[in-house]
């Protein structure tokens, strides 16, 4: 293995070649192995051939744009980490993204702060892809649905979190989650009818070191909301103003019947 397999790899995917050697000079000094893809249907060819440990993806490119590669390969079930680069900064543009990758920065950028976001995204994706070490991995002679049972390590209503496939489901349908949102969901869920503040939400799920502004949690509730909506109502994560945050339990618990959730899912897959 040489030095450069050594690095993790980030595939650059933007249109303008100045770009993409700006952003492989910084690449390189900060300790990744860069590659490059100039159009969508070459950066899902690149994922195809070899996946990378996380993608810069511009939105705006001709053909094929960011948001269509990002859709395509998150229904294909690829989970490696995406951050979105762009120029666009409308807070529905953000909403909208966050939906299907793990970061959002706009245009024109810190790199000091770009490398600062790459190092956070991978480190919550290595977090939520390790095995849990709970009890319940371990095989039990009570059989695979004891099993199953066991591996629910929370639920509160109709939402499940299992730890050991680091995933959240509303009756068993699970939920298409980034890295980031299913530890900010996690967070809301073990702390179900207990408001909590930005600040607090931050020092959970943020690292320390995380330079961004407070602002980015409304985003992420924005777009949790967007993805609820369907399963469990509107109203599951209130907002307090002047306080914070807090997870409805009751509204977590509304009613519903296996096959209107999968359903709403599917419909909200298609817009």
Wanted: charged share 25%.
């Amino acid at each position: 293995m040489t030095a450069s397999d050594a690095r993790p790899g980030v595939l650059i995917v933007d249109d303008e070649p100045s770009i993409r050697e700006l952003l492989s000079v910084a690449l390189r000094f900060a300790g990744f192995t860069p590659r490059f893809a100039a159009d969508g249907d070459h950066a899902l060819a690149e994922v195809a051939r070899d996946a990378p440990a996380l993608i810069l993806l511009d939105i705006m490119m001709p053909g094929l744009d960011g948001v269509a590669v990002a859709r395509r390969l998150r229904e294909a079930g690829s989970r490696v980490p995406i951050i979105f680069l762009t120029a666009k900064d409308q807070t529905r543009d953000k909403v909208r993204g966050l939906e299907l990758a793990d970061d959002y920065v706009t245009k024109p950028f810190s790199m000091d702060e770009l490398i600062a976001r790459i190092q956070a995204v991978m480190r919550r994706a290595a977090l939520a892809s390790e095995p849990s070490a709970s009890p319940a991995s371990a095989p039990t002679a009570a059989g695979p649905a004891a099993a199953q049972a066991a591996a629910i390590t929370l639920r509160v209503g109709r939402m499940e979190l299992d730890e050991d496939r680091c995933r959240i489901s509303v009756l068993g349908q699970p939920l298409e989650l980034s890295p980031t949102e299913y530890q900010l969901l996690g967070y809301l869920m073990e702390n179900a009818n207990r408001v909590v503040s930005k600040q607090q939400i931050m020092s959970a799920v943020w690292p320390p070191w995380f330079s961004g502004d407070a602002s980015i949690v409304e985003t992420y509730i924005s777009s949790l909301r967007r993805k609820l909506s369907p399963l469990t109502g509107p109203h599951t994560i209130r907002t307090r103003r002047g306080f914070g945050y807090v997870l409805d339990a009751e509204q977590a618990a509304s009613p519903g019947t296996r096959e209107e959730l999968e359903r709403a899912a599917r419909e909200g897959r298609r817009r």
